[in-house]
């Protein structure tokens, strides 16, 4: 018989799980957004990305 504190870890593990599985959909539809402004726009948000960290080094990301 499963104890309440392993049916508590199991449930938390699906939630995480999904939070991963969420988290790697939105990485993936950024690098497609990323990809289509380069290709439609010629803008390479990357590299936008990278200037503004570079002129705010003490401004940490969210």
């Known amino acids: 018989m ?3 504190e392993s049916k508590r ?11 991963i599985e969420f988290a ?4 993936r539809a950024y690098q497609i957004m990323f ?3 380069e290709k439609e726009y010629g ?10 960290k570079l ?3 003490k401004k940490k990301g969210l």
């Open 2 to 4: 499963e104890s309440e």
């Open 9 to 19: 870890l199991k449930a938390r593990i699906k939630e995480l799980e999904k939070e």
């Open 24 to 27: 790697d959909l939105k990485t």
């Open 35 to 37: 990809e289509i402004a």
């Open 43 to 52: 803008i390479d948000l990357k590299k936008i990305s990278r200037h503004k």
């Open 55 to 57: 002129q705010n080094p």
